[in-house]
């Protein structure tokens, strides 16, 4: 059985105690801490009180990490923004070894303009990716890249195009992310499980609904079909929902998020038991 997180975003709201305090009340083992959520990233992102919120929830141990992506293309074609994207990154990675993360997610960038990506794209994509090598290299922590939505200038949104990647770069992991791969078909994601393999570190579990993704699993048969894939394969890694607050008719107090957050483990835990 894997380990059940949720990502810090559910609560970007509240300090990064609460996060770990909620994400506690809930009943979950896990959490993924973007590095931008509010609290952490506006205030100089305080390695101090990121440490003091994991030691005071050993249960958590290790967390997972997200790095920096709002704002943010590595592989974009002003050099500026792609260099400011990629020492994110590198930050993002060195910050998860120390704080001991099992796993740090990262994004792969898209082609700036809203066009089928070019050769010259997938050279700058070359170079992020040589640059997250030597930064991943000698470290505990496994990096592993997401796909993405499947939109005409993102760069790794099928399973082949992971896998043709994971099989060039073998220090590199990844990450399912199930709303993505479910706005094309539940086929589509669990090709992602059957060619990642053992390289499947973690999943963002969420569901879709009109063609967006990131809302709730307990209602959606879809998502518990992917779920039983995943356990019939035995995948033992981190599922992590991420949930989008927004989709939700009103603002959602902490308690309700708490709840929430009960309702869709107990889909977690009945299947993936």
């Known amino acids: 059985m894997g380990r059940f997180a949720v990502s810090s975003m559910l609560f970007h709201e509240y300090p990064s105690e609460y996060i770990f305090d909620y994400v506690a009340e809930s009943g979950l083992d896990g959490i993924e801490f973007w590095v931008e959520t509010p609290h952490f990233w506006l205030r100089g992102r305080p390695e101090d009180e990121l440490l003091r919120c994991i030691d005071n929830h050993p249960e958590f141990a290790p967390i997972t990490l997200h790095a920096p992506t709002l704002d943010l293309n590595p592989t974009s074609i002003n050099p500026r923004v792609a260099a400011a994207s990629i020492e994110y990154t590198v930050e993002a990675i060195a910050l998860a070894e120390r704080i001991g993360a099992g796993v740090v997610t990262i994004h792969p960038g898209k082609r700036t303009a809203r066009r089928v990506p070019s050769a010259y794209d997938y050279e700058r994509f070359e170079r992020y990716i040589g640059r997250i090598r030597d930064a991943a290299e000698g470290k505990q922590v496994r990096v592993?890249?997401?796909?993405?939505?499947?939109?005409?200038?993102?760069?790794?949104?099928?399973?082949?195009?992971?896998?043709?990647?994971?099989?060039?770069?073998?220090?590199?992991?990844?990450?399912?992310?199930?709303?993505?791969?479910?706005?094309?078909?539940?086929?589509?994601?669990?090709?992602?499980?059957?060619?990642?393999?053992?390289?499947?570190?973690?999943?963002?579990?969420?569901?879709?609904?009109?063609?967006?993704?990131?809302?709730?699993?307990?209602?959606?048969?879809?998502?518990?079909?992917?779920?039983?894939?995943?356990?019939?394969?035995?995948?033992?890694?981190?599922?992590?929902?991420?949930?989008?607050?927004?989709?939700?008719?009103?603002?959602?107090?902490?308690?309700?998020?708490?709840?929430l957050l009960m309702k869709e483990q107990a889909v977690l835990r009945d299947i993936m038991a």
């Not at 399973?159 to 709303?179: H, I, K, Q, V």
């Not at 791969?181 to 992602?192: D, K, P, Q």
Request: hydrophobic share 40%; aromatic share 8%; net charge negative.
């Open 144 to 259: 592993a890249i997401e796909n993405m939505e499947p939109k005409v200038n993102s760069l790794l949104y099928t399973p082949e195009s992971a896998a043709e990647l994971l099989e060039r770069e073998p220090w590199l992991y990844f990450t399912l992310d199930m709303g993505h791969a479910l706005m094309t078909s539940v086929g589509e994601a669990i090709r992602y499980i059957d060619l990642a393999g053992e390289r499947l570190v973690n999943v963002h579990v969420s569901a879709t609904k009109n063609g967006r993704p990131h809302y709730p699993i307990h209602p959606d048969e879809n998502a518990k079909l992917i779920l039983e894939a995943l356990a019939e394969r035995g995948y033992a890694g981190y599922l992590t929902l991420e949930l989008q607050d927004l989709h939700f008719s009103h603002e959602l107090t902490s308690e309700e998020k708490i709840l």
